[in-house]
């Protein structure tokens, strides 16, 4: 027989559990999102890649960007080595920031690269810079130009599933191999697309921004060389073109009818009309990128966004000096 003592036990007993469970469910609700899912800038990674970032040594009031990363995890510390890519050269600066648990660090590109433009990639490693499976890296980045555009853009986060007997290349003591290749890294892009270009006649700019993804992060990035394009107005009227650039590529879509398309691209997109693109490069590599719209019209609607992904390639590696992290 049970006594009111027993019911009365039995009674905190399952409160208690109840508030462990409620506990439990608080600190970490849902589903793990899945290691094996591909590049996303809504998921946390092992690599940040931040599609871009400008600064201006003299102005940086009016040309600037806000880098935010974060540690998620709230048990562990983590050493974050960041590549600071050049666009114009493809040179490389680094630094590494340690991260407590649950840390979240923002900077200033003004002060970390001034007078720089190009992209940003970022690794988990361990305190002798040798990267690491850490999938819990977040970050975004508000950037603004001179010109005018700006845009809050999230990190594209690159996550690393349990390792296989193929997952990792050791080249040398002094530096690693590393493939995105759904066995040590997500896969990435090989086909991006921008899917809605506004009107240059509505006072619309696009920024269009493109990046390769590998190199050597030793002696520099590597380069697009030639991308072929296919553009549809919104009569689905198509349209090919083709464009080239270095490691990182920034161009406003139209202006001076670049890139080139028969009629121009006020003809193909006139006032109050919309189109799309998407591009590739003939060679099977792997590319990232944004777009980010200026308007100075009252009416006219400001803002970027990650570029989709309509194809993916296991055909990137990035190269990565291997030294102990200084800090």
Known sequence: MITSRGVLSLALSFVAAVLVSSIALAA????????SSE???????SVLFYNTYTSSATAPSQENTRINITNT?????????????EGRTCSIADTFICFTRNQTVSFETSDADPGTQGYIVAFAVNNQGRPIRFDFFIGDEYVKYASGHHANLAAEAIAAPPPTDEAEQQVDDSFIELAFDGKTYNRLPRVLA????????????????????????????????TLFGVVYDDAENTFSTSFIGLCHLEFSIGANNFPRVVGGW???????????MKFWSPVDFAILGAAINFNPNLSGYNGGHNLHK????????????VFPASC
Do not use: C
């Open 39 to 45: 590049v996303s800038d809504q998921k946390a990674g």
């Open 310 to 321: 309509l194809t993916l390639s296991d055909n990137a590696t990035y190269i990565l000096p």
């Open 194 to 225: 921008d899917d809605s270009i506004p009107s240059r006649l509505d006072g619309n700019d696009t920024k269009l921004i493109v990046n390769r993804v590998g190199g050597d992060l030793r002696t520099g990035a590597g380069i697009l060389g």
């Open 266 to 276: 006020n003809a193909l997109i006139p006032a109050g009309h919309t189109g799309w």
């Open 73 to 85: 995890n709230a048990d562990v510390r983590a050493f974050l080595h960041i590549f600071f890519v």
């Open 28 to 35: 970490d609700p849902g589903l793990p999102y899945p290691e």
